[in-house]
């Protein structure tokens, strides 16, 4: 158990029967009153993000998550396998489990698979991942770098807009956090 006060941004916790990351936190102390913790805490297996005052004398659960180094293998159907680095012990998660992770997914990529109580929790990408186009419209004679966007489409099936002189097949270099392009790979 440990003490608001030793909230350290990116803390795991264990609160109300959730696991929480701790994104912001600050002390208040104000004229009148006692002291307290306001908190920004992210809940690891849903994203969900939620603000919460803490009294600096209630103690909270640590949450101690391992991080495991896994090699994403294949997909098969809603299927996709993971394989542990360390152990080779392969590991099936779920399209609905991973989420929108599975858009940005490609064979041989390694990832993090946050695991709780031997249990699986969720994934954590890579902030950059390298895909390629598949399909966009041609680009037209005349286009620049710095007029207008379109769709297209990468070989996961993620909609990125992109610059008009984008062509299929060109390799991009794609934020698994904000599902934007940042250039040519």
Not at 111 to 129: A, D, Q, T
């Amino acid at each position: 158990m440990i003490s608001p006060n030793d909230f350290k941004t990116g803390l795991t916790i264990e609160y109300d029967g959730s696991i929480y990351t701790v994104v912001d936190f600050q002390h208040v102390k104000p004229g009148k009153g006692a002291a307290f913790v306001r908190t920004k805490l992210k809940n690891v297996e849903t994203g969900a993000i939620m603000e919460k005052t803490f009294n600096p004398k209630e103690k909270v659960g640590k949450a101690h998550i391992d991080r495991n180094e896994m090699q994403f293998l294949y997909a098969s159907g809603d299927d996709y396998i993971f394989m542990d680095t360390q152990t080779y012990e392969q590991l099936t998660l779920t399209k609905d489990y991973l989420g929108e992770a599975t858009k940005y997914l490609i064979e041989n990529m390694n990832i993090k698979v946050l695991i709780y109580k031997e249990k699986p929790i969720g994934v954590e990408l890579p902030n950059f991942v390298i895909l390629e186009v598949t399909e966009t419209e041609p680009g037209i004679k005349g286009d620049t770098a710095s007029g207008g966007s379109k769709p297209a489409t990468m070989q996961t099936g993620l909609v990125v807009n992109v610059p008009f002189f984008i062509n299929e097949g060109d390799k991009l270099k794609i934020d698994t956090r904000t599902g934007a392009y940042i250039e040519r790979a």
